[in-house]
């Protein structure tokens, strides 16, 4: 079982940068690969970047290519996605999640646990 509470949304303006987290709890931390999606309103939710579980690969949204960057410390439990360049189209509410499998990594409904969502509001 893994719990996950995401931290470090706000409100910003375009170009700004953000950092969040996602702390996990429980020891199955190190065995699952973890993802950042994000839900605009009236939007579905999307997929934005994934770590596999060593922290050796990852994977974005193209829109996000060399603006974000998620990495993650298994020894602290936490996940990170540091947003740089922010602009307005940015602007949603931000899950983390945890998935077991290799299974496709874009895909919502391949995760197993969520975190509850923290909101970033990017201003222009």
């Known amino acids: 079982q893994v719990q996950l509470v995401e931290s470090g949304g706000g409100l910003v303006q375009a170009g700004a940068s953000l950092r969040l987290s996602c702390a996990a709890s429980g020891r199955a931390f190190r065995t699952v690969h973890m993802g950042w999606f994000r839900q605009a309103p009236g939007k579905e939710r999307e997929f934005v970047a994934l770590i596999n579980s060593s922290g050796s690969s990852t994977y974005y949204l193209d829109s996000v290519k060399g603006r974000f960057t998620i990495s993650r410390d298994n020894a602290k439990n936490t996940l990170y996605l540091q947003m740089n360049s922010l602009k307005p189209e940015d602007t949603a509410v931000y899950y983390c999640?945890?998935?077991?499998?290799?299974?496709?990594?874009?895909?919502?409904?391949?995760?197993?646990?969520w975190g509850q969502g923290t909101q970033v509001t990017v201003s222009s």
């Open positions: 999640a945890a998935k077991y499998s290799s299974s496709a990594y874009n895909y919502p409904r391949n995760y197993n646990y």
